[in-house]
């Protein structure tokens, strides 16, 4: 059973800082989604297995960065100059059946809420 475990989310003013953490049980091409009240959830960024690949929606493009730590089996996302439509819920995810390229995720972590204040 893959278990994912999210910690470092938080309230944090508009053009601050954030980073999120996510702790899997094992290596998998992984990624990040957030859903806003009354939205969707969508796509954030996604790493590669290897961590040779990343993918960002195109609203965090140059302010958010994915990283991984495969020694760790942590995936992190350092997010800068936040603003108040970043504010939702963050869900780590990991798609076990493919290693780059369009993830579909078929684990998810139990979120945790990013709140930036205008």
């Known amino acids: 059973q893959v278990q994912l475990v999210e910690s470092g989310g938080g309230l944090v003013q508009a053009g601050g800082s954030l980073r999120l953490s996510c702790a899997a049980s094992?290596?998998?091409?992984m990624g990040w989604f957030r859903q806003a009240p009354g939205k969707e959830r969508e796509f954030v960024a996604s790493?590669?297995?290897?961590?040779?690949?990343?993918y960002y929606t195109n609203s965090v493009k140059g302010r958010f960065t994915i990283s991984r730590d495969n020694a760790k089996n942590t995936m992190y996302l350092q997010m800068n100059s936040l603003k108040p439509e970043d504010t939702a819920v963050y869900y780590c995810a990991a798609d076990s059946r493919h290693g780059d390229g369009a993830i579909v995720p078929d684990y998810w972590g139990q979120g945790t809420q990013v709140t930036v204040s205008s």
């Open positions: 094992a290596r998998y091409f």
């Open positions: 790493i590669s297995w290897s961590g040779g690949s990343t």
